[in-house]
């Protein structure tokens, strides 16, 4: 039996033998009800040598409640991709019958590891990261207590159930689309790339290793990212935004060689191509531009962004059904003992943000058309 921090009448009905109902209408002194003497001591012991302390009046009805319902850890609320995963999770939740709550971490690794704690206190549905946690330990610890679901790349280690999904295919797929168009340099705009950020690490990875497929060199992928200090120093409300303007302005003002940027995500991409405007060009008859997450922004006939469609919806339902069997096994003691894995393929959506590169006799160099 996993220990819990507060005792509750399923552990003392998994230490005695006894029916859950059992324990609870004994040690709620039930009226109109009978048990054998043996039966009544043996609860009340395991009661005692547990620690179990009867609920205050009120007590039971909130712990029901969120007996019922799901935490979504989310890494920032100014992204529409983890937005729309949000809105996913919450429709599905009330075929369940669960409530949502949502909490935003902000990227703060000790943020992260504070909401992992405070959880392993509660008896919760489940808990669902819309990221790969940084806190594998932690995560691995509160799973043995609630269902807990990530959504993303799957981390080393992990002993928790996944939505996963391999970025090194969306970085190849996008490659290849450019490629296709001729495109032979671009820029990789990233917000700062860390070893748990696997996500962009991946993507960067699936870009080079299509241009080593493609028998050319992989360091023509530019990587343009900033350090951790300056990025801190964007607000959070639009720190992808803003960082994807300004590494695109920094490649712009070097007279870059890349003929296509993209963006670790939507967001960073809409802030190149505002860079790219900004700065006298146009988009695609100058660069290209190309993101990942295909959020409902992306599709605006003024944006209209070449990106990658990760089914983020579905990855929503699917983490709330996992938690959802996890809650519904017959065999209660055996419940969390196993690990479920669902991956989506990546589809490349093709828009207007994306044209032809051509050489021209003047500059010997590429430039897109349209």
């Known amino acids: 039996m996993g220990k819990r921090n507060k005792v509750t009448t399923r552990d003392i009905a998994e230490y005695t033998g006894v029916s859950q109902s ?5 040690l709620s002194n039930k009226p109109h009800v009978s048990f054998s003497k043996e039966t009544i001591d043996k609860v009340r012991q395991g009661a005692k040598e ?11 009805k909130k712990e029901q409640a969120l007996a019922k319902s799901i935490i979504v850890i989310c890494p920032l609320l100014s992204n529409g991709y983890y937005s729309m995963i949000i809105h996913s999770i919450t429709e599905r939740a009330k075929d369940y019958g669960y409530t949502v709550f949502t909490v935003s971490t902000l990227r703060d690794v000790s943020q992260e590891e504070l909401y992992l704690n405070l959880l392993s206190g509660f008896e919760l549905a489940g808990v669902i990261s819309l990221y790969p946690p940084t806190k594998i330990a932690q995560a691995n610890a509160l799973s043995k207590q609630v269902p807990v679901v990530s959504i993303g790349d799957k981390p080393d280690a992990c002993r928790f159930d996944a939505v996963e999904l391999d970025s090194k295919k969306p970085g190849y797929i996008i490659a290849e689309h450019l490629l296709s168009l001729g495109h032979k340099h671009i820029t990789y705009i990233c917000t700062p790339i860390r070893p748990k950020e696997i996500g962009r690490i991946h993507r960067l ?25 300056a990025y801190g120093r964007y607000s959070a409300d639009n720190s992808e935004y803003q960082n994807g303007y300004d ?7 070097e007279h870059t060689s890349s003929t296509a940027f993209v963006g670790n995500n939507d967001m960073t991409a809409f802030g190149i191509m505002a860079a790219i405007s900004d700065h006298g060009f146009r988009v695609p008859h100058d660069y290209s531009v190309c993101g990942f997450d295909n959020i409902p922004l992306s599709s605006m006939p003024q944006i209209a962004l070449t990106t990658i469609e990760h089914a983020s919806l579905a990855k929503g339902r699917e983490a709330v059904d996992i938690i959802y069997k996890k809650n519904t096994q017959k065999n209660i ?7 479920m894995r669902m991956e989506y393929e990546p589809e490349l959506i093709v828009r207007n943000s994306t044209g032809k590169c051509k050489i021209t006799n003047k500059t010997k160099e590429c430039h897109n058309i349209s």
């Open 22 to 26: 059992t324990v609870s209408m004994i």
């Open 205 to 229: 990875a699936g870009l080079r290793s299509c241009f080593k497929d493609h028998d050319l060199d992989p360091e023509w992928v530019e990587v343009k990212s900033p350090t951790i200090a």
């Open 333 to 339: 003691s055996a419940k969390h003992h196993y690990i």
């Open 247 to 253: 590494m695109a302005s920094q490649a712009l003002d």
């Open 50 to 60: 547990l620690g179990y302390k009867k609920p205050v009046a009120g007590v039971k």
